[in-house]
């Protein structure tokens, strides 16, 4: 199940799939912030012309850069 975009801002849940567009929406990242998560790893599943993130692998790549900045 893709997430809505009339959800709060901030909200990534574990077991969702994202727009990437909502998931910066959401998070409110700009470009630098997004194009860094991507070279850390961040996985992203293009599919037609829409761009997919799992909610676990945006959270998963939160908590590394949480341990690398610690």
Same mark, same amino acid.
């Given at each position: 199940?893709? *997430? ?42 293009? *599919? ?21 900045? *610690?």
């Amino acid at each position: 199940m893709v *997430a809505t975009a009339d959800a709060s801002l901030g909200v990534i849940e574990p077991g969702k799939l994202y727009l990437a567009s909502e998931a910066r929406r959401r998070l409110k990242l700009g470009d630098k912030a997004w194009k860094q998560l991507r070279a850390d790893g961040l996985k992203v599943v293009r *599919a037609g012309r829409n761009a997919y993130v799992l909610g676990d692998d945006l959270l998963r790549a939160f908590s590394e850069l949480e341990a690398v900045t *610690a």
